[in-house]
């Protein structure tokens, strides 16, 4: 088990750019799968951008291009940097992790509590 506290959310302009953090404490010696996933008011849980420890990273056709995931095993965070967002990335992020790669299905064990990312036009 890991426990993963979120950070890095705002309000922003479109254009604007953010970097999301999320960092991992307990269960760090063994291998998890990440991924970063946001949901809306009256949405379903969105995968948006995924990573194994290798460097292999996955992307929603809609980020792809402007964000980009990457981790930092010694200080044990996922990071998630957000270029040129627009209004319809306004959402709660979350991070996750699971021993199992569930890629950018919402199947993982462990979540975060979220960060709120708010992009006005």
């Known amino acids: 088990q890991v426990q993963l506290v979120e950070s890095g959310g705002g309000s922003v302009q479109a254009g604007g750019s953010l970097r999301l953090s999320c960092v991992v404490s307990?269960?760090?010696?063994?291998?998890?799968?990440m991924a970063w996933f946001r949901q809306a008011p009256g949405k379903g849980r969105e995968g948006v951008a995924a990573?194994?420890?290798?460097?292999?990273?996955r992307y929603a056709h809609s980020v792809e291009g402007r964000f980009t995931i990457s981790l930092d095993n010694v200080k044990n965070s996922l990071y998630m940097e957000m270029n040129s967002l627009k209004p319809e990335d306004t959402s709660m992020y979350y991070c996750?992790?699971?021993?199992?790669?569930?890629?950018?299905?919402?199947?993982?064990?462990?979540w975060g509590q979220g960060t709120q990312v708010t992009v006005s036009s």
């Open positions: 990573i194994e420890t290798i460097g292999f990273t």
């Open positions: 996750a992790a699971d021993r199992v790669n569930w890629l950018l299905f919402p199947r993982y064990k462990n």
């Open positions: 307990g269960d760090t010696g063994s291998r998890y799968y």
